[in-house]
C-alpha cells in the first residue's frame, strides 16, 4: 500500500518532506542539462555528496568488505563510490523517460533469452524476467518495450511517500502494467501473468522471514516467489540484466537462457547464483547499500 504521509509522526513527516525537496531540486537541476552530462551529473552528486552524507558509503563499503575481505581497503572505498554512482546514474536514467527508451529501442540483446522469450510470447507462454538493482536493468525494459513487448513489473513502495508518488510514475512512463506489492497489485501481477504476460521481477533484496539461500557466498534470505509463480503458471524464468559500460551512459543488455524448471529451491538459488556471478564481474553496478545480509 502507498504510504500516506498523514500516517506519519511530524518529525518523519517533515524529515521526509524536506529529503524530496532536496531530491526533486538535484533531479530537476541534472534534467535541465543535456543527457550525455546529466547522467554522469547525477552519479557524481550520489557518490560524492548525498552518499556520504547519508551514511550510504559507509554502509555499502561494510558489504564490500564483508563479502570480499581479501581486498585492500582502498579498493572497497572504490567498489563503494562506484556503486553509488551508479545509483545516481540509475536514478537520472528512470526519469530521463524519451531519452532512455530513444536510445534503447534498437539496443541490441545478447543471449538465449531473447529468441526464448519470443517464441513463449508467439506460443501464449507467460515469462518472468528476473533480476536486482545491478546496472540500470529498466536499460533493458527500455530496449525490449522499443522491440514491441509489453513488459510489466511489480514494485515495493518506497517508505517516503513524498518521494514515492512521483518515483512511481517512472516506472509507468516506460510502458508496460506495473503493480505495488500487496493484495491489489498482486492479483493484477497474476491475472498479465496468467494471460501469457511478461514481467519483471527483483530478487535481490533482503525479505524477512524468508527462506535462506546462498549469496555471494554468504546466507541471504531469498524471495522464492518467482520460482513459485513460474512453476505454478508455466512461465519461463529468464535472468537478464544491462550492464553498464566504460563510457557511463551506454549498456550491454543480456537475456541468459531460461532457468530450467525443477523445484522451488533449486531455481531459487540458480537465480541467486545467476546474479551473484555478474556481480563479481561487475562488482560496481551493485546496489551494495542494501542491507542484505540481515538475520531476521
Sequence with gaps: MRPDPEDLPPMTRATYFMTNVVARACIGAALALPYRARVPFMGFIMSRFIGPTAGFMRRAQDHVAFVMPHLPHAEHERIARACLDN??????????????????????????????????????????????????????????????????????????????????????????????????????????????????????????????????????RTATSAAELALRYGALLIPFYAIRQADGISFECVMEAPIPASDVETMTQAMNDSISARIRAHPEQWLWVARRWRAD
Design 87 to 220: 545509483a545516481g546514474r540509475t536514478l537520472i536514467e528512470n526519469y530521463s523517460t524519451k531519452a532512455m527508451l530513444a536510445r534503447q529501442t534498437d539496443a541490441e540483446i545478447e543471449g538465449p533469452g531473447l529468441a526464448a522469450m519470443e517464441a513463449a510470447a508467439q506460443n501464449g507462454q507467460p515469462v518472468i524476467l528476473v533480476t536486482g538493482h545491478f546496472g540500470n536493468y529498466e536499460a533493458l525494459r527500455a530496449a525490449l518495450v522499443g522491440r514491441g513487448h509489453d513488459v510489466g513489473g511489480l514494485y515495493r513502495d518506497m517508505s517516503n511517500p513524498y518521494f514515492n508518488a512521483h518515483y512511481v510514475r517512472t516506472m509507468q512512463a516506460f510502458g508496460g502494467p506495473v503493480f505495488a506489492q500487496g493484495r491489489k497489485g498482486t492479483a493484477g501481477f497474476v491475472r498479465h501473468l496468467k494471460g501469457g504476460g511478461q514481467l519483471v521481477l527483483l530478487f535481490d533484496q533482503h525479505v524477512q522471514k524468508a527462506q535462506i539461500f546462498d549469496f555471494l557466498g554468504h546466507p541471504a
